[in-house]
């Protein structure tokens, strides 16, 4: 059977729930739930998986800190002996409007820590990522203290009503491939 891993970036600790950087986090939660899939601790973080269309899905929430997403990920990845191209990463961007959602298969770090860590770990920046965007539209503020922030309530009603978009591409991504996702999803403006 096909593995698929499929990893949500955060943070791990109560004062990081809910934040804007935890968004990955958030994703995994809402599919595990919506699968009935129970996430355990394992070594360097929580997991849990499911088969879907014929595929098994291991969802994966490391515990190692954003900075260091690269040594679960890698770790996870070898041990369960999953392709490169059979790895999806789900994480904030600071760069897109809040609740848009792009699909790519490459692409630089952007500045994210944790994408550095997996580029450096896997030694390349071809894996696909999904992007959840978390601007808003102050001009200047601290990056940092915004990127560990919590979402206002209305930013987390427009989360909320999302993240079954982030399932679908997930899930598509799964059965369809990275090309086909992307075609049929990216450029798709946000739900609410």
């Given at each position: 059977?096909?593995?698929?891993?499929?990893?949500?970036?955060?943070?791990?600790?109560?004062?990081?729930?809910?934040?804007?950087?935890?968004?990955?986090?958030?994703?995994?939660?809402?599919?595990?739930?919506?699968?009935?899939?129970?996430?355990?601790?394992?070594?360097?973080?929580?997991?849990?998986?499911?088969?879907?269309?014929?595929?098994?899905i291991i969802l994966l929430k490391p515990s190692t800190f954003m900075n260091r997403s690269g040594?679960?990920?890698?770790?996870?990845?070898?041990?369960?002996?999953?392709?490169?191209?059979?790895?999806?990463?789900?994480?904030?961007?600071?760069?897109?409007?809040?609740?848009?959602?792009?699909l790519k298969g490459k692409g630089s770090d952007g500045g994210h820590n944790g994408l550095k860590?997996?580029?450096?770990?896997?030694?390349?920046?071809?894996?696909?990522?999904?992007?959840?965007?978390?601007?808003?539209?102050?001009?200047?503020?601290?990056?940092?203290?915004?990127?560990?922030?919590?979402f206002s309530e209305e930013e987390q009603n427009l989360v909320d009503k999302n993240l079954p978009?982030?399932?679908?591409?997930?899930?598509?991504?799964?059965?369809?491939?990275?090309?086909?996702?992307?075609?049929?999803?990216?450029?798709?403006?946000?739900?609410?």
């Amino acid at each position: 059977m096909t593995k698929f891993l499929i990893v949500g970036l955060g943070n791990i600790g109560d004062e990081y729930t809910n934040t804007r950087h935890n968004i990955g986090f958030e994703v995994i939660n809402h599919i595990a739930a919506a699968f009935e899939v129970e996430m355990t601790t394992h070594k360097l973080g929580a997991k849990g998986n499911f088969n879907y269309s014929g595929k098994k899905i291991i969802l994966l929430k490391p515990s190692t800190f954003m900075n260091r997403s690269g040594k679960a990920l890698r770790y996870w990845a070898l041990k369960e002996n999953i392709a490169l191209q059979n790895i999806l990463v789900i994480t904030d961007d600071l760069h897109l409007p809040l609740a848009a959602l792009r699909l790519k298969g490459k692409g630089s770090d952007g500045g994210h820590n944790g994408l550095k860590d997996i580029e450096a770990q896997l030694n390349t920046p071809q894996y696909s990522r999904l992007r959840f965007g978390i601007q808003n539209d102050k001009q200047t503020f601290n990056q940092v203290d915004f990127v560990l922030g919590k979402f206002s309530e209305e930013e987390q009603n427009l989360v909320d009503k999302n993240l079954p978009k982030c399932q679908e591409i997930v899930l598509s991504f799964v059965k369809m491939g990275l090309e086909n996702t992307m075609n049929k999803f990216n450029g798709i403006p946000p739900m609410g």
